[in-house]
């Protein structure tokens, strides 16, 4: 990544670049290396968790509903396993 962000730089490009890491440090060494914007997995993953926590409470009006979400994610990811295991790789990072 680093040297995608050298090789814009060094031919002006416009192009804004966004990087993926898994840590806080990773993201700093990126920033100083001239990336516009750093994702960070597990700050993804908080996210995603709370708005799912927070759906559930508002929508049902406490989190009952979890242990059911928390099934049918457990037999997608099986399945999404079974029949393209590539796929699960790429999205679970394993």
Known sequence: EKA???WLAKH???A???SCTQSNADALRMYKAGA???VQRDGLAMRAAREILVGTVASV???SQLVAAGQSHRRNLAKLRAED???FQYE???
Do not use: E, M
Request: glycine share 14%; with cysteine; aromatic share 14%.
């Open 16 to 18: 804004i670049f966004v």
């Open 61 to 63: 009006g406490d989190c």
């Open 4 to 6: 995608l962000i050298r």
């Open 92 to 94: 679970t990072g394993y």
């Open 36 to 38: 516009h914007y750093v």
């Open 85 to 87: 295991g590539l796929k």
């Open 12 to 14: 002006a490009s416009d």
